[in-house]
C-alpha cells in the first residue's frame, strides 16, 4: 500500500476526482461531487492499492478553548472503500495523520468520530459546551451551541484539553 501526502494546494484535478469519487462510496451523505463535505482541507492522506482505497483530511485552524486562542488540526472526511474495509486502511492512515498534525503549529488534534481505533491512537471524548457555525449544504447557516457530541481530542504538546471549558470552534464544523 502506497502512503501520500497532498498539500490541497498541490492536489491535482484527478486526484480531486479520485477522492471526490471515494468519498461517494463511502459515505451516504451527499458531498455534492466535491472531494471535501463544506470546506476545503489543509492536507490529504491517501493510500493506494494500487487504486484510491483510503483518505483522511487534516485541516489547521485557530479555536478558542475558554479564554484562550488555541491551535488545532482537525482531522475530517475518514473514508475507506466499501471492497477495502477490515484490511487496517483507516489504522494505516491514522499515525501518518497525527504525524502531520505533530508537525505543525497545533497544540491538539480534534476529530468528530466514534470508532474505536481513535480511542486506541490515544483521542480521548470530550464533552464542552460548543459553538460552531452550521454549513448545512456547503451554505451559511445559523450559529448552533450545544454539548459536543461525537467529540475527540489527541493532545500533540504538554497542554492539557480544558474539558469543562466553553468551545468556540470560530467556524463551521469540520
Known amino acids: 500500500m502506497q502512503i501520500e501526502t497532498i498539500p490541497e494546494t498541490r492536489l491535482t484535478a484527478a486526484q480531486d476526482g ?35 482505497v483510503g483518505h483522511m483530511a487534516l485541516g489547521l485552524r485557530a479555536i478558542r478553548i475558554g479564554g484562550h486562542l488555541t491551535d488545532i488540526a482537525g482531522l475530517a472526511d475518514v473514508a475507506t472503500d466499501p471492497g477495502h474495509r477490515g484490511k487496517g486502511i483507516a489504522a494505516t492512515l491514522l499515525p501518518a495523520a497525527i504525524a502531520e498534525a505533530k508537525a505543525g503549529p497545533a497544540q491538539f488534534l480534534l476529530l468528530f468520530g466514534t470508532a474505536g481505533l481513535y480511542a486506541g491512537a490515544g483521542f480521548v471524548v470530550a464533552h464542552n459546551p460548543m459553538t460552531w457555525i452550521d454549513l448545512t449544504g456547503a451554505r451559511m447557516g445559523a450559529v448552533t451551541s450545544q454539548r459536543a457530541e461525537n467529540l475527540m481530542v489527541l493532545p500533540l504538546r504538554d497542554k492539557a484539553w480544558e474539558a469543562d471549558a466553553p468551545l468556540d470552534l470560530l467556524g463551521n464544523l469540520f
Open 18 to 52: 479520485e477522492i471526490a469519487a471515494l468519498l461517494a462510496r463511502c459515505f451516504t451523505t451527499d458531498f455534492g461531487g466535491r472531494s471535501f463535505f463544506q470546506q476545503r482541507h489543509h492536507l490529504r492522506i491517501t493510500a493506494r492499492d494500487p487504486a484510491l
